[in-house]
């Protein structure tokens, strides 16, 4: 063990000091853009221009102090701007990320579930103590709830129209219709996309959340989709023999335990000319590498509250976690379960993922 100095050194003591003041203020920080999120305040700003803290509050029929108070916190932040004394502007790119819903990469829909996500945390030490984690119906339906708002911005409006036309002959397919398999579904989102875009395809999501089944259903239900249906592979899985034009498996293979064993259930289910869309963290090869994307604090903690957690769930799961598929790995699981051509998707934009497509 390494002895400890009698003196600490200062300029280090102050680097860790500022790292606990962080945590404290990334506490502070989620519950104000929880409140602006529940109080409508992102969605009031949005396109106003500048204003100042009596007209937005008398807006809103708010108390204008406490308005004010919000006001310049989230300035601080740097989520909206400060144009002088008690007058603030919200500036286009932030009213993308807060409060547009339909933007791709937005966050506005997680935001109501800011608390539900302090929940999930709290309750994920007992891992750390018996190396089994927790399923994502562990999580229950606020979870499953708060995995479709996550990623639902970009499976409903960049998949299908800037996705799937990278994808040689797939769209074509589709037109013809198809039949398509989304594994590892969710809520449903990225499947009801693709029912609602090629009403002739035949569209099958899977998923065992179950949490996840019942807003896929309710969702279906409220779109009034008839060409999509959803299925728990627990009880009714994947096809053993060739039937599939196109397999998607979005932002989930690394949360599965044994995504080896899925990768082989999709090579049977798949035809011969079909194509597996395959989305998925863009890791780099190795943990410490990983160190050096700015988001790698946010990554990991993701990684303990869910992605390791379900990854850790059954006695025999592999435990991947985000970085657990970097795209050597991910080469080496697909040509393990049987496809031969393995390739980038280039053009795709995203701050975190990779895009791969996989043929027979």
């Known amino acids: 063990m390494t002895a400890v100095s009698a003196e600490p050194n200062p300029q280090v003591l102050e680097q860790k000091f500022g790292v606990g003041f962080g945590v404290m203020g990334g506490i502070n920080n989620a519950q104000m853009v929880y409140l602006g999120s529940k109080l409508g305040l992102y969605r009031a700003m949005?396109?106003?221009?500048?204003f100042t803290s009596s007209e937005f509050a008398a807006r809103l029929g708010l108390a204008e102090r406490f308005v004010r108070e919000w006001l310049y916190q989230q300035a601080a932040m740097g989520?909206?701007?400060c144009r002088g004394p008690e007058r603030f502007e919200m500036l286009?790119?932030?009213?993308l990320v807060f409060a547009d819903e339909t933007f791709p990469l937005t966050m506005a829909p997680t935001l109501p579930y800011i608390p539900a996500w302090f929940e999930t945390g709290l309750a994920s030490s007992e891992a750390f103590a018996t190396g089994i984690g927790r399923p994502y119906d562990g999580m229950g339906e606020q979870g499953a709830r708060f995995m479709d708002a996550f990623f639902s911005g970009w499976n409903r409006a960049m998949l299908v129209p800037d996705a799937l036309p990278r994808l040689s002959g797939v769209v074509e397919k589709l037109r013809a219709g198809g039949k398509v398999a989304d594994v590892g579904c969710g809520a449903g989102t990225?499947?009801?996309a693709v029912a609602?875009?090629?009403p002739q395809t035949d569209v099958h999501g899977y998923d065992n959340s179950v949490h996840a089944l019942a807003v896929a259903e309710e969702a279906k239900q409220k779109a009034r989709l008839a060409n999509v249906t959803f299925h728990n592979p627990d009880t009714d899985p994947l096809p053993p023999e060739p039937t599939f034009d196109l397999v998607l498996t979005l932002d989930c293979l690394?949360?599965?335990?044994r995504p080896d064993l899925v990768a082989a259930a999709i090579r049977r289910a798949i035809k011969p000319d079909g194509a597996w869309f395959i989305v998925d963290f863009d890791a780099a090869p190795t943990a410490v590498e990983n160190l050096q994307n700015p988001m790698a604090a946010m990554i990991f903690g993701a990684s303990i509250l869910a992605c390791l957690q379900s990854s850790a769930s059954t006695p025999d799961g592999l435990a991947l976690?985000?970085?657990g598929l970097p795209e050597p790995k991910m080469r080496e699981l697909v040509t393990n379960a049987g496809f031969t051509r393995f390739r980038?998707?280039?053009?795709?934009?995203?701050?975190?993922?990779a895009y791969y497509e996989v043929r027979p």
């Open 321 to 323: 976690g985000p970085t």
């Open 46 to 50: 949005q396109g106003i221009g500048q």
């Open 190 to 192: 990225a499947p009801m």
């Open 344 to 353: 980038r998707v280039e053009g795709l934009a995203h701050p975190v993922n």
């Open 79 to 81: 989520v909206i701007e």
């Open 254 to 257: 690394h949360d599965m335990s």
């Open 196 to 198: 609602s875009a090629f």
């Open 92 to 95: 286009p790119e932030a009213a």
